[in-house]
């Protein structure tokens, strides 16, 4: 007779790897500050990592659509990414150099003005600052006041652009900051493209003039409230703001308001830069040259550094004006360098667009036969859904509320069914795509399955 003692062996052991994660998530809350997010809504201990997939401890497999919030460009543990950081240790470099210079940041430095449009070459600064995108985005805000001397800063609704007390105060979701006081003052917001929610009730090319005509008029008008701005900062495409798609007519419209006012125009490329939308800067899709470019996640291959890039007219700050102590991450400019060679390529950046192409097409066949998407949009691999009650009543353009609830469902049915992607937008109520760039066809049609079972099931 077969021996069943396997068998049941496997069992308990799956068993017990389960009631450990229990423990251990357990102790995680218990442990961490109640401000820890990302576990609430993807409970689970991970194990492994390769490639687009996570494997937690008792086995289980998950697609991880959400990619290290964007930073994960080449995926878990890349082979190029793992044998750059092998040989900076092999070699007793040192991992932390504050901003000394090592052969290692030598060659990031290099490789990182050489990935730069043509336009910049010779003519940009470099400052590493502390290993976040918001620190880096303090920096560039600490630059521009310090070179125009002046104070007021533009920023847009729905804008991200980090969760410091500087950074809060240009984000345009109110319940991060509800609470405080005291954030930097002198922040004035301006109105983002948006066409599912146009913030002016407009449809179409109507709506992109009226905005522009809007903030040009702001600019010129003596008696707009607002003295003349140290800078005007955007994100090429607004990522936690919902995937939010701005027309290159209205980029280029801003870039040359910015250019004709002498005000320093500051792209916030943490999340949209190094490949994300197909291509390499997201600016690049409407040929604008910014002032200062923001740089942080996927620059590091996966491990923590920030850069700003800031016209050399610009540089008029002291030394010591922005530090930080870990800004000489060698481990990191290892690993960036290694991803920003891979992903620059033409082939590579040409893969993420045709993958992204596809993953976007299906989406859209979702929302054909799903009621309670109201959009799709983004670009490359950076994609957003939302999802809308069309119950209730549309407004004055045909556009119906937004359901961060059934959002929110569909996400936790989504990771019990393997897949891990992540909300944002107006209520939360966008199911936003960032998985890692090597991304295939095959691997679209997987996250589809998942996505339209739990559609299904909502």
């Known amino acids: 007779m077969e021996d069943t003692k396997p068998r049941n062996d496997l069992t308990d052991s799956i068993s017990a790897k389960a009631d450990m994660m229990k423990l251990l998530l357990g102790d995680q809350a218990s442990w961490e500050s109640n401000a820890r997010s990302y576990p609430r809504k993807n409970p689970f201990v991970i194990d492994k990592a390769k490639g687009i997939y996570l494997t937690d401890i008792t086995g289980k497999k998950y697609i991880d659509a959400l990619g290290g919030a964007g930073s994960l460009a080449l995926g878990h543990n890349h082979p190029k990414v793992l044998e750059a950081i092998e040989s900076v240790l092999q070699k007793s470099t040192p991992l932390h150099t504050l901003d000394l210079l090592t052969y290692e940041k030598h060659a990031f430095m290099l490789e990182l003005l050489d990935s730069l449009p043509e336009a910049y070459h010779g003519d940009v ?240 066949e979702l929302k054909s036969k799903h009621k309670l998407i109201g959009d799709v949009r983004g670009e490359g691999l950076m994609l957003g859904m939302e999802v809308i009650d069309y119950k209730q009543k549309a407004d004055g353009i045909g556009s119906f509320p937004a359901d961060g609830q059934k959002a929110m469902s569909i996400k936790k049915l989504c990771f019990q069914k393997g897949l891990i992607i992540e909300l944002g937008g107006r209520h939360s109520a966008t199911l936003r795509f960032l998985p890692p760039l090597i991304l295939t066809k095959e691997d679209v049609d997987k996250i589809i399955q998942i996505v339209d079972e739990s559609l299904k099931e909502v």
């Open 125 to 364: 600064k470099i400052q590493f600052c502390s290993p976040t995108g918001a620190d880096a985005v303090e920096a560039a805000i600490k630059l521009c006041k310090t070179a125009t001397n002046r104070e007021n800063i533009l920023a847009f609704h729905g804008a991200y652009h980090g969760m410091t007390h500087g950074t809060l105060a240009m984000m345009g979701n109110i319940a991060p900051k509800q609470n405080l006081s005291a954030l930097m003052p002198s922040v004035h917001f301006l109105p983002y493209p948006y066409a599912y929610r146009c913030p002016f009730g407009l449809q179409g090319d109507n709506s992109i003039a009226v905005n522009i005509e809007m903030i040009s008029r702001m600019l010129s008008d003596p008696e707009s409230g607002i003295v003349k701005p140290a800078a005007i900062i955007l994100e090429p495409i607004q990522g936690e703001g919902g995937v939010i798609v701005p027309p290159i007519s209205w980029l280029q419209a801003i870039a040359n308001l910015a250019k004709a006012h002498d005000i320093p125009l500051v792209v916030d490329e943490v999340q949209t830069g190094i490949g994300r939308t197909g291509y390499l800067y997201a600016f690049e899709r409407a040929n604008i040259t910014p002032d200062v470019i923001v740089l942080s996640k996927a620059i590091g291959g996966g491990l923590p550094i920030s850069v700003v890039i800031y016209k050399k007219k610009l540089d008029l700050w002291q030394p010591g004006a922005h530090a930080g102590t870990f800004r000489g991450n060698t481990l990191a400019m290892a690993a960036g360098l290694a991803t920003l060679k891979e992903v620059r390529k033409p082939e590579f950046l040409a893969q993420v667009r045709s993958v992204g192409c596809y993953f976007k097409s299906k989406l859209i």
